[in-house]
């Protein structure tokens, strides 16, 4: 049992927690929650010994401690990150076993009993893997899976999970459920982190609600709701309802992009599209159902292998050449491929327009000056355009990205996932530009797998399945079965 | 630059997205440049005590003209480590450079001439070197190091390994223009030239994004083989400059004379801020990172200290240096993360 009493804890310039009291029980699930900067970084990084508290108390089994990591590691309490930390070149055996490679009388350790070792390790928490495959080879969910059960089988006690489904599909969501169930019920206290509180409520079972610092409400997951948890999180309701966002859309205009049979490898077996300015299309498909492929396809930045694509007329060719046209591309992993981390914002922003025209002086107070009017269109919150992206909270950060593609008038908008790991109010807010965008006579195209988002901005959804399209539904009727239906079928 | 419009309609709750004064990069970059500064500085002031002679206008004339080679290199090296690239072979070029000065001199080929023929099959090889890197994605690293040792046996050869005088060639760079020598006037310009394309074009911002994330570049619409192909064609033209401006300075071309050149050229770079991982780097640092490799090596011997010391005091300053930036950075990301 891990008690949080009282803890406090500021920052030069940010007072991050205040008077937080928590508990974290074996055998349970417990949510933490909260919008972007509400404290819970703050507060697991605490309860890890990362950071130490000004005021308060950390008790482990009713003794006061002071935790430093190491500390903490002695006491089994293990942090599952965003970042994942595996060793990409060694076999799945060799990471279950990481730092504690199983010796016989001798000393020695040989590969097959490191095999041994992590196939019962695996067995353990219900992971099945095949412990000689490179961690290379593994999708993102696996290399997940696969230190979930490392973390378990160093007899962890408590388990810190933060963000676990940013980057999983589906069912991978249900496997790392059922893994984390079978981690709960072997005593383990799981401290769980997200934003998709659909999620929290089917998992946790107690929660904490974090707002600017403190706590603000919390209890036990079966007497609450996800409109319970929204209206705790802000204080106020905010909607994420198709009715309060999408508001109407206009008649479709020209054709502002045109697929016809397009292949790429076995990912995409022949594909027709069209998109039209002043509509969203929402391309729906788990990982490898040609979803992404169909994404970069539409945006230049790859080409298919066979089939054609014409955007506004003309056949597409390179990424550069889709961009000079106005084909805005934002993708899903905004830190590698979206951002220029360490730069200034107004760098970030201006990028596509410095890209379109190399030859033309630069001016940063300009630029700057065009980033804080972009910036203020949008609701960005930053204290400085000048300061590197790289502090921004996620849904900033998205904004600046939009932002880049508006400040070139572009006119076509692929976005990949465009809310994954982005606070609820900003969720709403982006959807709401892209929806004023469709209005303007934009033609946007989202590649999503949120439900909620779907039904937010969809006028059709496009599902795909095993590189084809499945099907066709109007955004009106996309409700969570019917999507799944059309999915699903074979 | 006017002043800003402040937007209007700015409610209490808004950040207003810029504060007053300097931005933070521009902070940042005095940053890097004030202790180089200190250094330039602190030697001058010592020496000069020890020596007067140091601070004599003839002495600092002299200083400049004979780093003037080192500092048109950093130029190009700067704008490749920005772009997060890297060419080892210039060191190698410089000596080709200037034996086929000197030998086309001794064939009695006109000036113009020559210095135009160094300057584009400077241009070309590096254009060569982007290509590979561009479109066959090899390592810079590898490929320049193998472009060096491909150039430096070259030269040697071109040159039946000796030096090749030409006491009458290429007197120009030796010249004095209203009592500037022509080759601090070259640097001068190539400075000035470099500063304007990587920091007031937006040509030097798509350098930075290449540097600083190639991925989100491309995705973006920058053309990233075309910017790294025209930094290593500048860079070229530049060592091919260089070659010229060395074999004008010591009336010869010596195949062995850019030997070891290429580190100096990064190590100077890297002293004023650029990054091995590219992103980062200014041309004002670059050449500041040369005036310090020009002062400590040269006030080394005015102090009467042996010349084997020159190459430890430049390594510790560079560790030095690195290590700073590197503690700074550390605590820059973690100021970020701490107001994200």
Redesign the interface.
């Known amino acids: 049992m891990i008690e949080l009493q009282n803890v406090s804890r500021s920052?030069?310039?940010?007072r991050a927690l205040t008077d937080v009291s928590v508990d974290f029980t074996p055998g349970r699930v417990h949510a933490l929650v909260g919008e972007n900067?509400a404290g819970k970084s703050t507060l697991i990084k605490i309860a890890s010994g990362v950071l130490q508290p000004d005021s308060g108390e950390i008790r482990v089994d009713g003794r006061p401690v002071r935790l430093t990591p190491r500390d903490a590691r002695e006491l089994h309490i293990r942090v599952l990150h965003q970042e994942r930390q595996v060793a990409l070149t060694r076999s799945v055996a060799d990471n279950v076993v990481l730092g504690e490679a199983p010796r016989n009388r001798f000393g020695l350790s040989g590969q097959w009993l490191v095999e041994r070792e992590a196939r019962r390790r695996l067995q353990r928490v219900g992971v099945e893997l095949d412990v000689r495959a490179p961690v290379a080879t593994l999708s993102v969910a696996q290399r997940q899976l696969l230190e979930l059960a490392r973390a378990v089988t160093f007899d962890a006690r408590c388990l810190i999970m933060d963000e676990p489904t940013a980057s999983l599909h589906p069912d991978e969501i249900e496997q790392l459920f059922e893994v984390v169930r079978r981690v709960r019920e072997h005593g383990v206290s799981v401290v769980y982190i997200s934003h998709h509180l659909s999620e929290v409520i089917a998992l946790a079972d107690d929660y904490t609600v974090l707002r600017d610092g403190r706590r603000v409400g919390g209890g036990l997951v079966e007497d609450t709701t996800t409109d319970g948890l929204v209206a705790q999180m802000f204080g106020t309701e905010v909607s994420l309802r198709r009715e309060d966002i999408h508001g109407g859309g206009t008649e479709p205009g020209d054709v502002a992009a045109r697929l016809r049979d397009v292949h790429f490898g076995r990912r995409l077996k022949g594909v027709d599209l069209d998109l039209r300015f002043g509509e969203t299309v929402v391309i729906n498909g788990p990982v490898g159902s040609g979803a992404a492929e169909l994404g970069r396809i539409l945006?230049g930045?790859a080409r298919p292998t066979a089939g054609s694509v014409e955007l506004m007329g003309k056949p597409g060719s390179t990424?550069?050449r889709?961009?000079?046209r106005g084909v805005a591309?934002i993708?899903a992993d905004r830190k590698?491929?979206?951002?220029?981390?360490?730069?200034?914002i107004h760098?970030n922003s201006?990028?596509?327009?410095?890209?379109?025209?190399?030859?033309?002086?630069?001016?940063?107070?300009?630029a700057?000056?065009r980033?804080?009017?972009g910036?203020?269109g949008l609701?960005?919150?930053?204290?400085?355009?000048?300061?590197?992206v790289?502090?921004?909270?996620g849904g900033n950060q998205q904004k600046v990205l939009i932002d880049?593609w508006l400040r070139v008038e572009a006119r076509v908008l692929v976005l990949d996932e465009p809310t994954v790991g982005i606070d609820i109010p900003s969720k709403a807010e982006i959807y709401r530009q892209l929806r004023a965008l469709t209005r303007a006579g934009a033609a946007v195209v989202v590649l999503s797998t949120e439900y909620q988002e779907i039904r937010c901005v969809a006028d059709r959804v496009i599902v795909m399945r095993d590189g084809v399209v499945a099907g066709e539904i109007p955004g009106v009727d996309a409700t969570e079965q019917a999507l799944f239906a059309l999915g699903a079928r074979s | 630059?006017?002043t800003?419009?402040v937007?209007p309609e700015?409610d209490a709750a808004?950040?207003?997205?810029?504060?007053r004064g300097l931005?933070?990069?521009m902070r940042e970059h005095l940053r890097i440049y004030a202790p180089l500064v200190l250094i330039v500085v602190a030697l001058g002031v010592v020496t000069t005590v020890y020596n007067p002679a140091f601070l004599s206008g003839a002495n600092i004339g002299r200083l400049l003209a004979a780093n003037a080679v080192l500092g048109v290199l950093v130029v190009g090296q700067t704008l490749l480590l920005v772009g997060g690239q890297l060419d080892l072979s210039v060191g190698s070029l410089v000596s080709v450079g200037g034996v086929v000065t000197a030998s086309f001199v001794l064939h009695g080929l006109p000036t113009v001439v020559v210095v135009a023929v160094c300057l584009v099959a400077g241009a070309v090889i590096g254009l060569c070197w982007g290509l590979i890197v561009a479109y066959l994605k090899v390592p810079p690293f590898i490929l320049t190091l193998g472009g060096l040792a491909v150039f430096a046996s070259l030269a040697l050869t071109l040159a039946a390994s000796t030096p090749i005088p030409m006491p009458a060639g290429m007197t120009w760079v030796r010249a004095e223009v209203l009592g500037v020598r022509v080759a601090v006037i070259v640097w001068a310009l190539v400075i000035v030239l470099g500063a304007l394309l990587l920091?007031?074009?937006?040509?030097?911002?798509?350098v930075?994004?290449v540097g600083?994330?190639e991925?989100?570049?491309?995705?973006?619409?920058?053309?990233t083989a075309r910017?790294k192909m025209a930094l290593y064609s500048i860079n070229g033209l530049l060592a091919g400059l260089a070659g010229v401006m060395f074999a004008g300075r010591v009336g010869a071309g010596d195949p062995r004379g850019g030997v070891g050149l290429e580190l100096t050229v990064v190590a100077a770079a890297v002293l004023g801020g650029a990054s091995l991982a590219g992103?980062?780097g200014s041309i004002v640092g670059g050449v500041l990172g040369v005036l310090v490799v020009a002062m400590v090596t040269d006030s080394l011997s005015f102090l009467d200290v042996p010349d084997t010391y020159n190459q430890l005091v430049l390594g510790v300053i560079l560790i030095g240096a690195v290590a700073v930036t590197a503690t700074s950075e550390i605590r820059?990301?973690r100021?970020?993360?701490?107001?994200?």
């Open positions: 920052f030069p310039g940010a900067g945006s930045a990424r550069r889709a961009a000079m591309l993708p590698r491929e979206g951002l220029l981390l360490d730069r200034p760098e201006e990028l596509a327009g410095d890209a379109a025209r190399p030859m033309t002086w630069y001016s940063a107070t300009r700057a000056d980033s804080r009017r910036g203020h609701g960005l919150k930053a204290s400085d355009v000048r300061l590197p790289r502090g921004l909270s880049r | 630059m006017t800003t419009d937007p700015v808004t950040p207003p997205l810029q504060r931005s933070p990069l920091h007031f074009t937006r040509f030097g911002r798509n930075y994004a600083a994330n991925e989100a570049a491309f995705l973006a619409g920058v053309p910017v992103g980062r820059r990301i100021a970020a993360r701490r107001t994200g």
